[in-house]
C-alpha cells in the first residue's frame, strides 16, 4: 500500500486517483487543514498531522505501508515571506517526522513534492535540472531543504527518493469530480475562471511592463493529472532499482498571463474585467521547464500539451465545483 501525504488536496487527490486506476492501493494522511474529505479517493484516510509523530506511526502501524507519496505542505509563497516559521515547521520538521517514521518501518521510497521555486530567478530559459538552485523565497527554500536532507538520507541510510519539481501545476480530472479549491485562493487560472463566472468583479494583471511579448509574465501550466502521472511512473522507477533522482515538470511550452485571459475568453464565451496592478513581488519574468529528462528517464509524457484543453477541464470544474 501507497501512503499520499496530503492527498485530500489538489495535487495529492488527483495522485491517489491516478494511482488507484492504474491498480495500486492507496492510503491517505492528510490533516484537512488544506484539503477537503470530499477531495478523498480512497476509504483508507488516516486524519492526522505531521507535526504529531505518533500520528505517523499510528498510520503505519494501520496500514502496511510500502512507500510514501510526501505532498502535505504549505505552499504559498507570499505567505511563506511574511510567515516563514510556519513553512519551515510545515514544510522542514514534519518532513523529518515523516522520513524518520519511514525508517523505523523500513519503508525506504518516497517521491517528494519539490519545486520550481527552488531555482530562484532563472538566469536561463528554459531551466533544466542542472540550473543553479537558489530560492528567492521561504517556501522554495523549505523544497530545497528537503531535497537536501534526502540526498543525505540516501547517502546515510539508503532512502531512495525522487524529487518532482513541478512548475505551474493546473486543470482537473474531467471525470471524477474533484479540483482546485484554495482558501484563499492566490492562482491564476482559477481566480480568471472565476471572474467569468461572476463570483469575482475583475482579475489583477500583476505587472504588464515584463521584458516578455506582450509585456505579462510568462509560466509553464502543466496539467494536474500529467504531474500525477509521473509521480506514479517516478515511484515504479523507484521499484524497479532506480537511483534517487530529481525530474522537473512541465510541459516545456510557455503562456502569458493574457494569454491565459484570452483563452478563458474563448472558452467560457464571457468577457473578463482586467485590471492592470504593480509587479507582484518576486515574480520573475519567464519560468518555462526543459521536461527532457523526465520524457528521456521516466518515459514521461504529457497528454495536455495546449492550454486551451488544460483549461478546459478547470473550467468544467469551476462550474460545477463541490467544495
Ligand atoms: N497572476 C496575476 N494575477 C493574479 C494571480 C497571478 O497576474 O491574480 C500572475 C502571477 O503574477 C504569475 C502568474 O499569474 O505571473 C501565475 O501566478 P500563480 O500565482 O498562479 O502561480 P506562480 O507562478 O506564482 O506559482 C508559483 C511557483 C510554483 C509554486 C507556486 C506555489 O511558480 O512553483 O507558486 O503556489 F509552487
Redesign the pocket.
Known amino acids: 500500500m501507497i501512503l499520499i501525504t496530503g492527498g485530500a488536496g489538489y495535487i495529492g487527490s488527483h495522485c491517489t486517483l491516478d494511482f488507484i486506476r492504474n491498480g495500486y492501493e492507496c492510503a491517505v494522511f492528510d490533516n484537512l487543514s488544506e484539503g477537503h474529505k470530499e477531495a478523498l479517493q480512497t476509504e483508507n484516510f488516516y486524519n492526522g498531522d505531521l507535526s504529531n509523530i505518533e500520528n505517523i506511526r499510528n498510520a503505519f502501524k494501520k496500514y502496511p505501508i510500502k512507500g510514501v507519496i510526501h505532498f502535505a505542505a504549505s505552499?504559498?509563497?507570499g505567505v511563506s515571506v511574511t510567515d516563514p516559521q510556519e513553512y519551515y515547521y510545515n514544510n522542514v520538521v514534519n518532513t523529518l517526522n515523516l522520513l524518520k517514521v519511514m525508517l523505523e518501518n523500513n519503508v525506504k521510497n518516497i517521491v517528494f513534492s519539490s519545486?520550481?521555486?527552488t531555482y530562484g530567478n532563472p538566469v536561463y530559459t528554459p531551466i533544466d535540472e542542472s540550473h543553479p538552485q537558489a530560492p528567492i523565497n521561504p517556501?522554495?527554500k523549505t523544497k530545497l531543504m528537503i531535497e537536501n536532507v534526502l540526498q543525505d538520507y540516501d547517502r546515510a541510510y539508503g532512502l531512495k527518493y525522487m524529487a518532482l519539481?513541478?512548475?505551474?501545476?493546473?486543470g482537473a480530472d474531467s471525470k471524477a469530480n474533484i479540483g482546485e479549491s484554495h482558501s484563499p485562493e492566490?492562482?491564476?487560472?482559477p481566480?480568471?475562471l472565476q471572474t467569468a463566472l461572476g463570483k469575482r468583479k475583475s482579475?489583477?494583471?500583476?505587472?504588464n511592463d515584463y521584458e516578455t511579448p506582450d509585456g505579462?509574465?510568462?509560466?509553464d501550466y502543466i496539467h494536474v493529472n500529467d504531474l500525477s502521472k509521473a509521480h506514479r511512473l517516478a515511484f515504479e522507477s523507484l521499484q524497479n532499482n532506480a537511483k534517487s533522482n530529481f525530474y522537473n515538470l512541465g510541459t516545456g511550452k510557455g503562456n502569458s498571463?493574457k494569454e491565459?485571459i484570452e483563452t478563458s475568453e474563448k472558452i467560457t464565451g464571457k468577457s473578463i474585467n482586467k485590471k492592470f496592478?504593480e509587479?507582484?513581488e518576486?515574480?520573475p519574468p519567464i519560468?518555462v521547464a526543459s521536461n527532457l529528462k523526465a520524457k528521456n528517464e521516466l518515459n514521461w509524457e504529457p497528454d495536455f500539451t495546449e492550454i486551451s484543453d488544460i483549461i478546459e477541464t478547470a473550467w468544467q470544474w469551476e462550474k460545477n465545483r463541490r467544495y
Open positions: 505552499c504559498y509563497v519545486s520550481c521555486a517556501y522554495g519539481r513541478y512548475f505551474n501545476a493546473a492566490t492562482h491564476l487560472i481566480l480568471v482579475i489583477k494583471i500583476f505587472g505579462t509574465c510568462i509560466r498571463v491565459i496592478e509587479r507582484r518576486g515574480d519560468l
